[in-house]
C-alpha cells in the first residue's frame, strides 16, 4: 500500500503540469502541503473533465465536501487528505478555501457559458484565485498585499488556460469565452464548436490575450518586494504560462484543433531561471 504521501506526490507527477516543476524548487516542508493541496484540486477537478455523468459528477463533488468537513474536524479519510491536514495549521489552510473550491467545479456542472467577463471572472475566483491565495500561504507570505497578487496571477494563469483550451473546452460543450465579447468580434458559438477558423476568431482571441498579459503585468506589480523570494514558485509559473501565451500567439492562435504546450524540459528551464537569476 503507497502512503498518503505518495499517493499525492504520483498525483502531482502524472499531471505533468507546469505546478509540478515550480514545486520543485522549494523547502521539504512546503514542498509536502503544496504537492496535497495540488492534489486536492486535481481530484475535484477531475471529477468534472472525467465523469461524464453530471449527476455522478455531482454526487462525487458533493462526497467532497463531506470529506473535506470530517477532515478538518480531525478525521481525513481519503489519502489527499490524510497528506494535506498536517500542513493546514502551519500554513493556514481553511476549510472555506478548499469548498469554494469545490463550488468552482461545480460550477463546470450547470454552466457552459459566460455572458460577460464578470461572470467569467467569478468562476476564475473560485478554481485559480483561491488556489493562488492558498499557495502563497503555503510559498511563505508576509505581506497582506500578496493575497492581491495571488489573486490576480491565478485569474491570469486561469485566462492562459481557457485560450489553450478553446478546442478541447468546445469538444466538452463548454465555452469559457464571455458571449458579449464572443457578439463583439461577430464569433458565432457554433463556429468554435466545428472548429472553424477565421481572422474574427483570431482578433477575439488576441483580444483575449492581451488582457492575459496585462493581468500578469498587474499581478507583479502588486507583489511586494519583501515577499518576492518566498513567492518565486508563483513567478516561475508566470514565466511559464508567458512563454505559453506568446507561443500560441505567434502561431496565430492555433487552439481549435491542437493543445500547444511546452515540453518538460523547457518548462524546467524557465522554472530553474527564475530560481537561479531570479528574473523572467
Same mark, same amino acid.
Given at each position: 500500500?503507497?502512503?498518503?504521501? *505518495?499517493?499525492? *506526490?504520483?498525483?502531482?507527477?502524472?499531471?505533468?503540469?507546469? =505546478?509540478?516543476?515550480? =514545486?520543485?524548487?522549494?523547502?521539504?516542508?512546503? !514542498?509536502?502541503?503544496?504537492?496535497?493541496?495540488?492534489?486536492?484540486?486535481?481530484?475535484?477537478?477531475?471529477?468534472?473533465?472525467?465523469?461524464?455523468?453530471?449527476?455522478?459528477? /455531482?454526487?462525487?463533488?458533493?462526497?467532497?465536501?463531506?470529506?473535506?468537513?470530517?477532515? =478538518?474536524?480531525?478525521?481525513? !479519510?481519503?489519502?489527499?487528505?490524510?497528506?494535506?491536514?498536517?500542513?493546514?495549521?502551519?500554513?493556514?489552510?481553511?476549510?472555506?478555501?478548499?469548498?469554494?473550491?469545490?463550488?468552482?467545479?461545480?460550477? %463546470?456542472?450547470?454552466?457552459?457559458?459566460?455572458?460577460?467577463?464578470?461572470?467569467?471572472?467569478?468562476?476564475?475566483?473560485?478554481?485559480?484565485?483561491?488556489?493562488?491565495?492558498?499557495?502563497?500561504?503555503?510559498?511563505?507570505?508576509?505581506?497582506?498585499?500578496?493575497?492581491?497578487?495571488?489573486?490576480?496571477?491565478?485569474?491570469?494563469?486561469?485566462?492562459?488556460?481557457?485560450?489553450?483550451?478553446? $478546442?478541447? %473546452?468546445?469538444?466538452?460543450?463548454?465555452?469559457?469565452?464571455?458571449?458579449?465579447?464572443? *457578439?463583439?468580434? %461577430?464569433?458565432? /458559438?457554433?463556429?468554435?464548436?466545428?472548429?472553424?477558423?477565421?481572422?474574427?476568431?483570431?482578433?477575439?482571441?488576441?483580444?483575449?490575450?492581451?488582457?492575459?498579459?496585462?493581468?500578469?503585468?498587474?499581478?507583479?506589480?502588486?507583489?511586494?518586494?519583501?515577499?518576492?523570494?518566498?513567492?518565486?514558485? $508563483?513567478?516561475?509559473?508566470?514565466?511559464?504560462?508567458?512563454?505559453?501565451?506568446?507561443?500560441?500567439?505567434?502561431?496565430? =492562435?492555433?487552439?481549435?484543433?491542437? !493543445?500547444?504546450?511546452?515540453?518538460?524540459?523547457?518548462?524546467?528551464?524557465?522554472?530553474?531561471?527564475?530560481?537561479?537569476? $531570479? !528574473?523572467?
Amino acid at each position: 500500500m503507497s502512503t498518503p504521501e *505518495q499517493y499525492v *506526490q504520483d498525483k502531482a507527477a502524472a499531471s505533468g503540469s507546469s =505546478f509540478y516543476y515550480a =514545486f520543485l524548487f522549494l523547502p521539504k516542508d512546503r !514542498r509536502a502541503a503544496i504537492t496535497a493541496f495540488y492534489a486536492f484540486c486535481r481530484e475535484v477537478d477531475d471529477v468534472v473533465d472525467e465523469v461524464s455523468d453530471p449527476g455522478v459528477a /455531482a454526487t462525487k463533488l458533493a462526497w467532497w465536501r463531506t470529506e473535506v468537513a470530517s477532515a =478538518f474536524a480531525g478525521e481525513p !479519510r481519503h489519502p489527499v487528505t490524510k497528506a494535506l491536514m498536517p500542513h493546514v495549521a502551519a500554513f493556514g489552510i481553511e476549510a472555506r478555501q478548499l469548498q469554494e473550491i469545490i463550488d468552482g467545479c461545480e460550477m %463546470d456542472l450547470t454552466q457552459t457559458r459566460y455572458l460577460d467577463f464578470a461572470g467569467l471572472e467569478r468562476y476564475c475566483h473560485l478554481v485559480a484565485g483561491v488556489v493562488g491565495e492558498v499557495s502563497a500561504r503555503i510559498f511563505g507570505q508576509t505581506q497582506p498585499q500578496t493575497t492581491a497578487y495571488a489573486h490576480k496571477l491565478g485569474l491570469a494563469l486561469q485566462l492562459t488556460n481557457i485560450i489553450r483550451d478553446v $478546442g478541447e %473546452d468546445a469538444l466538452r460543450g463548454r465555452i469559457y469565452l464571455p458571449v458579449n465579447e464572443l *457578439q463583439q468580434f %461577430d464569433v458565432k /458559438a457554433h463556429e468554435l464548436l466545428s472548429r472553424t477558423y477565421s481572422d474574427r476568431f483570431v482578433a477575439l482571441m488576441q483580444f483575449q490575450a492581451a488582457r492575459a498579459q496585462a493581468l500578469y503585468d498587474e499581478a507583479l506589480a502588486l507583489l511586494p518586494a519583501a515577499d518576492r523570494r518566498a513567492q518565486k514558485p $508563483g513567478l516561475m509559473m508566470a514565466n511559464i504560462y508567458r512563454t505559453l501565451l506568446a507561443e500560441i500567439e505567434a502561431d496565430r =492562435f492555433q487552439v481549435l484543433n491542437q !493543445r500547444v504546450s511546452l515540453t518538460p524540459l523547457r518548462k524546467l528551464w524557465l522554472a530553474w531561471k527564475v530560481q537561479a537569476l $531570479g !528574473r523572467m
